[in-house]
């Protein structure tokens, strides 16, 4: 059997409206681009967006696997021909929100034999802290917090790393700062957050990369293209670049330990 | 007046419904069952099928050929039991359910007995930590129901006691449970329903009984109750016995307090939830300032 090469990492955030989905869609794009296949999975379950940052609309989601006999690979969504899809899911549906362990199992073991396909899954988690979104990237090799410099948002990304914490024993987590003014912005708003996780959880979180402010992320979204394709020269794509550079290096040095299972162990005792 | 209609009400719907009160829940849990069963299962079993009968009254083979077709239950094996195939088939079930219910009823009045009512508690508080939803539990104890046989006799007692229990039957809704539970006490379980809306519920009982004129030989008896409710919310970990316990202090309020109203405990029954991942002022005045 081919050893498991693919990658999870869970983009999360604690409050919403901070640009998880659109980093997370072009980060994939980027590894896309790099020669990586990649899979990108709306896990903001019940309330997707993702279909709409690309401007498409696919028959079918995840729902239709938990409900139906489709085939995972039916569901999967072509964003860009020959290694970029991506699994659709369902908007108003509050029950896939709270979404219990068992309905979670039956989700990944149909998945599964899909994501072998992939070197990156990219899971978009809702914001909150949910049962499923605590779950969800529990569950990940890679757990990727997007943070603002506004109180609120480090209230509530910190808030979220304590949850994981002490819920259920997470302490590896990578920073992205988005939507800073300059690179000093960037760098005190990943300082104070990280001072506070050193202070009082007792780790200290990674410093992925920071995007700046630029406008032509929201003009990507209003055009429904990813930036990196929209405008793979400007500032922030530039930094997403970076980014995802770094994530490739960052799976490198784990690969070891992902051939054995793409998911962390924590995945037996989730079901709280 | 308004008990008599909501009791109306309440009959006429039962002869539409009866046995089927639990079809939801029935289904529900089969889904369950068969979910965490295919994940166990060996895959050479994913052959298999078993047909399972349920009977449905009151309907007929030509409204249910209508419905297969209109709404694509296809799945549904109907056997018509009218027919003599099935004859002994149905009598039997007949059987089955007479038994089932003399077993779970209290003679005087029809309700749940106590052993029925705490199974049917159980089940509820399963169904609240799998769901994470509402369950609140009435006690409702008739007032100085002594002084009522004492003057009226024990059949003008027993009237008191089948007006109260039509009353919690009638005025509940079909989910709902009502027990008699003792001599003259009974008990409510509402499920969905948290402390403000079991409140409300047991306010209206509680002056529509008080307001009910009780004929009895030659004597018209005004009768009244005291009710402590306790409600549970989320993944509570708390078994019957506590919320009854719980139910019975705010009772014993109730009573102290002068009779004739109802009393919801302050004490929540739920889940000790987990502190330690709480983000307290001091952290958050760090990320704000910097410092502490």
Redesign the interface.
Known sequence: MKPNNTLTISILSGKGGVGKTNIALNLGYCMYRGGFPVMLMDCDLGLANLDVLLGVTPDTNMQSLLDTDTPADEVAFPIEPDGFDFLPAASGVPELVEMDSDLRNLLFQRLDPLFNNYEYLLMDLGAGITPTVLAFAAMTRIRVVVVTPEPTSLTDSYALMKVLSTQHNVKDFYIIVNQAEDKSEETSTYNRLATACERFLGFTPEFLGGICQDKMVPESVRKQTPLMKNAPNSRAAKDIFSIAVKLQKIKKSMLEDISKSIFTENTSDISN | MISCFIYMQKRLHNIRTEGLENLTAELDQLR?LI??HA?SAPIDMADQQLALTRLVPGLTMESWNKLSERFGLSDWLALDLDNSTYFNLANLQKIIEDLTHKSERDPLTGLYNKQAFEHKLSMELQRVE?S?GQLSLAIIDLDDFKNVNDTYGHACGDEVIRTLADMLDASTRGYDHAARVGGEEFALLLPGAGPLRAKALMDRLCSMFADTLIKCSEAAIQCTFSAGVASLKG?SKATGKELFEVADKALYQAKNAGKNRVRVTRQLVEFEY?R??M?HSN??Q???S?SK
């Open positions: 369950q979910v965490s994940q799998r994470n993944r987990d330690s991942t983000v952290e958050k760090f990320l704000f910097g």
